[in-house]
């Protein structure tokens, strides 16, 4: 099925994709996904994080392991995911633990009004 911006709907969901979009594209991917939500409705985003000095091992070493790859990029930071929200006209309302150990989580934004 095609979402299109005519059509919104309630919610939008998309899990583990982030790392698989060149950084430079990011914006451009939150602002269509923005695009597919009607007013006041969410975006929820499934993915690791990554990781700061204080981060669990495994999501410093999964954060590298993207990176070395041609078709792979580096996890999103937390201020990055605020940003491209804010810009995509959604407003973040939480970051909730899914794996700590692996860093990942479950990021929630509602489409402003």
């Known amino acids: 099925m095609e979402i299109q911006p005519d059509n919104p709907q309630d919610m939008v969901m998309m899990n583990n994709v982030i790392h698989y979009i060149d950084l ?36 410093n070493v999964f954060n590298s392991f993207f990176s070395s790859f041609d078709n792979l990029y580096r996890l999103p930071e ?4 605020a940003e491209w929200g804010e810009q995509a006209g959604l407003e973040l309302l939480s970051i909730q633990t899914v794996i700590k150990e692996g860093g990942w ?3 929630h934004y509602e489409k402003k009004s």
């Open 78 to 81: 937390r201020e990055e995911l």
């Open 24 to 59: 430079e594209k990011r914006q451009e991917l939150f602002n269509e996904l923005a695009s597919w939500v009607r007013e006041e409705g969410m975006l929820s985003i499934i993915t690791p994080i990554a990781g700061g000095s204080d981060s669990p091992p495994f999501a």
């Open 105 to 107: 989580y479950v990021v």
